[in-house]
């Protein structure tokens, strides 16, 4: 599932240090408090490696896909449920804010699964 992450508290660069949307890895569990999350960035990797992967536009929600969006894989992080919300999709026909979560294309959570082991030395090429 995509998501907004607010990495601004307690990161420091070259870590993730601003609010940016992220993709969900961690299943739903009772009681969690934390899941882990890979971040996603409009910045296109030099060089791109195993480990980043570009998204399907699919996956995005609308507001994300003015560009194409790279899943850092060598990035993840664990995170406090507390950081995480909605992505924002512009506003309701009476001007309130409009929310939305989106599951991911299950191809993309597939290579974003693979890079994440190629980023912990755990894949194969």
Excluded at 40 to 67: C, G, I, K, N, W
Excluded at 94 to 105: E, K
């Amino acid at each position: 599932m995509v998501l907004m992450c607010d990495f601004d508290t307690g990161f420091r660069p070259p870590e993730m240090v601003k609010r940016r949307p992220v993709v969900v890895l961690s299943p739903r569990r009772h009681n969690a408090q934390t899941c882990v999350v890979v971040p996603l960035s409009t910045t296109v990797p030099e060089p791109a490696e195993v480990y980043h992967h570009q998204l399907d536009f699919e996956s995005l929600p609308p507001l994300l896909r003015h560009s194409p969006v790279w899943a850092k894989c060598n990035m993840i992080a664990a995170v406090s449920l507390e950081r995480l919300d909605r992505v924002r999709d512009g506003r309701d026909g009476l001007g309130r804010r409009r929310f939305v979560a989106r599951h991911i294309t299950e191809a993309d959570l597939v290579a974003i699964r693979q890079g994440v082991l190629f980023a912990i030395g755990l894949g194969r090429a």
